[in-house]
């Protein structure tokens, strides 16, 4: 998607030659005009697979996928980072190890908004070694749910995510990738 990598071009900090912040339009303030787009790609992209539910993780995920949502005209459930205050049978949660922080967090969803048969679409802001999207998998697929395509926002291809769900079988947009991060330069594939 041109425009969205004309904006990571212009607004994107390299952090180092494998992070990259996009504070300014994604992970802290939202360009809610270029969300609307990306909604809209990710949209038609997987129209014909039949979405019956949007599902992110909290929270970054959350504005490219209400968009998308919108789009389908489907629910959007976000899964939880935050340990809930009671554990029972209503939950589902599994461990995710997080790239940018190096520590593992519990991902957590309500059993009752994912249902056996749903077709669910899974949007994420980045894909780095694909354990987010795996922890996602595992919860979707654990009820019964299936995992008809999974969009992202930012790939960074030199990291391993892409292959290990493709070797999965997964339908996979993103909607740049980036071959390489160095000397504070960012450049696709
Ligand atoms: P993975 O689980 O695929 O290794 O990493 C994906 C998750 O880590 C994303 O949900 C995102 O929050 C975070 N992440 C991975 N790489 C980056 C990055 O370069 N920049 C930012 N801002 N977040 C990242």
Do not use: C, W
């Not at 952090?15 to 270029?34: C, G, R, T």
């Not at 697929?141 to 892409?162: H, T």
Request: proline share 2%; net charge positive; charged share 25%.
């Amino acid at each position: 998607m041109e425009k969205l990598k004309e904006k990571i071009l212009s607004e994107g900090k390299v952090i180092s030659d494998s992070i990259l912040k996009v504070d300014s339009f994604l992970n802290h303030q939202v360009d809610v005009n270029l969300m609307k787009e990306i909604g809209e790609e990710f949209g038609k992209y997987f129209n014909s697979k039949n979405i019956t539910k949007v599902v992110t993780i909290e929270s970054s995920g959350i504005s490219p996928a209400t968009m998308t949502a919108l789009y389908l005209n489907v629910p959007l459930v976000f899964l939880k980072k935050q340990k809930p205050n009671t554990l029972n049978n209503d939950i589902l949660q599994t461990t995710v190890k997080s790239f940018t922080k190096g520590e593992t967090y519990e991902l957590t969803v309500s059993k009752k908004y994912l249902q056996k048969d749903d077709n669910i679409l899974l949007i994420d802001d980045f894909l780095a070694n694909g354990e987010a999207a795996s922890g996602a998998i595992r919860l979707i697929e654990a009820l019964g749910s299936n995992v008809s395509g999974i969009g992202i926002v930012i790939e960074k291809s030199f990291q391993p995510g892409r292959k290990l769900l493709e070797s999965r079988g997964y339908d996979i947009y993103s909607l740049a990738r980036i071959k390489q991060l160095s000397d504070g330069k960012i450049y696709f594939l």
